[in-house]
Structure formats: C-alpha cells, structure tokens
C-alpha cells in the first residue's frame, strides 16, 4: 500500500451523533423493526409455535444458544395468558457500524413492557436487522423474558447470551 494514501476507516457511532432529520427517519424505521420482530415473538409465543420462534433469531444465536429447544419450551410454561398489549418503556436503542462510508451492522435493543390477561412482562430483545459483515448473525440474537419487578436487578444482559433467558429472581 501506497505510504500517504488516505483510505476510508472504520467507524462506529450512535444515532445522536446524525443530524436532526436523518435521526428522525432512522428513529422511525428502529421502531417499526422493534415492533415488527417484537410482533413475530408474540405472535409466536401465543401459537406457541417453535418453528415459527426459531425462524425469528440469527443463525448465530441459534448455533451460540445452549439449548434453543430447551429455552423456547421454558419460555412457553413462563409466559402465561393471552396478549392484551404491550408498551414500549423508550425508543429503541441502536448502533450502527459504519464501514468504508456505509452501514456495515445495526444493533437493536428494544425493550417494551407486554400484558396478558394473567402477568405482566418485561422483554429485553437484542436484534441486528443489518449485518453485512457476519450474515449469520442478522436477525434476533438474544431474548430476556422476566417479571418487571426483576428489571432493576439487570445490568448489560444483552452482553450475556444468545437464544433465550428468562428470570425470576
């Protein structure tokens, strides 16, 4: 390589660092894909479909999970109740990897409260709509399911697994 050639970096940054307008539309397009997997889960959770749960998350979470099996079945016994709503405690909170001037990766996190007619839930998911580095890794990698009670106990859980956990603490 040429010495004093300047080739575009690597660089990552949040979306408060975009202008105001272009934070606006990447704002709405976080939540609709939020609600849009939030909406696959749920609908998934309520058929109590496996298949259609599993075809949810990345193909790296599903190699990374312990048991995605397992886990879906227990998320299945945890969640009682019918679905009335959900609600979102904030907007999405995303990153983006920037390489070489484009969006290399986006990283979602996104977590609303959900109601049945029986409990009340706190869900934690941690999604990449966009990985053009590691394809395997788009789509849904990590799932929490707790009892909002339990919310405050949690520090940085979207850095600790794959697949699906759920707490009682």
Not at 3 to 28: A, H, I, M, W, Y
Not at 32 to 53: F, H, M, N, S
Not at 71 to 92: C, D, V
Request: glycine residues 4%.
């Amino acid at each position: 390589m040429p010495q004093g050639t300047d080739f575009p970096k690597e660089t990552s940054r949040s979306r408060n660092q975009l202008n105001g307008r272009t934070q606006l539309l990447d704002v709405d397009n976080d939540q609709q894909q939020a609600q849009k997997t939030l909406k696959r889960v749920l609908d998934a959770i309520e058929k109590r479909d496996k298949i259609a749960l599993k075809s949810v998350f990345s193909k790296k979470a599903l190699n990374e999970s312990i048991d995605i099996d397992k886990e879906i079945e227990a998320l299945f016994n945890f969640y009682e109740g019918n679905l009335i709503s959900w609600q979102e405690n904030e907007l999405p909170q995303t990153s983006d990897h920037i390489q070489y001037g484009s969006l290399a990766q986006r990283r979602l996190v996104f977590c609303p409260r959900v109601i049945t007619d029986k409990k009340k839930y706190f869900f934690g998911l941690l999604d990449f709509p966009v990985d053009k580095e590691n394809p395997d890794n788009q789509g849904l990698y990590a799932l929490l399911v707790i009892y909002p009670k339990d919310e405050k106990h949690l520090n940085n859980w979207q850095n600790e697994f794959a697949g699906i956990r759920l707490r009682n603490v």
